[in-house]
């Protein structure tokens, strides 16, 4: 079955179905999250995109990203996408929303209504190969430094959004 996203309005207000990689390719408005995971050190886990995925592979993100699915409560969708890419398990919250559009090469643009979740942890990670190549934990500071000097080794909706996500994990006694 061909894995369909949200189309969303300005709202957050459903107003259909796209298949996934259709929705990358027009594109359309989709709901979706962005998960940051801090351990007890304020280190910020960061993963690879496998070199498999359909865009922006190899690139260094956030803990971990994706769609809910038709009828997925987004605390569902959040729990089974880091259960499924990392191995985690962990309580998370939603902490704020944004819209964003950016070119993602192969001719494919993101735009998303993107839910931002935070959590703590400091288990280790359990990869799923087919979604995530490597692993690591970083400071903000040198991820402020990386982002920075190599622009191009981050995905376009991490960098759109961490400055914003530091805020906020501040807020929130994370970092």
Not at 121 to 150: F, H, Q
Request: glycine residues 4%; charged residues 25%.
């Amino acid at each position: 079955m061909m894995e369909q996203v949200i189309l969303v309005d300005e709202q957050d207000k459903p107003i259909g179905l796209m298949e996934k990689h259709a929705a990358h390719i027009e594109p359309h408005l989709h709901r979706a999250f962005s998960i940051f995971i801090f351990n007890s050190k304020g280190e910020l886990l960061m993963q690879q995109r496998a070199l498999s995925k359909y865009h922006s592979p190899g690139l260094w993100t956030n803990t971990c990203c994706s769609h809910p699915r038709d009828g997925e409560t987004l605390e569902e969708a959040t729990a089974r996408r880091l259960w499924e890419e990392m191995g985690m398990r962990c309580e998370m919250h939603e902490i704020y929303t944004f819209i964003y559009k950016a070119p993602v090469g192969q001719g494919l643009t993101e735009h998303e209504f993107d839910h931002v979740w935070i959590g703590q942890s400091d288990d280790t990670p359990s990869i799923n190969t087919d979604e995530v190549a490597s692993w690591k934990y970083m400071s903000i500071n040198d991820l402020e430094k990386d982002i920075a000097l190599y622009p191009s080794h981050y995905t376009e909706w991490f960098k759109i959004t961490f400055d914003e996500m530091t805020h906020h994990a501040r807020m929130f006694q994370f970092l």
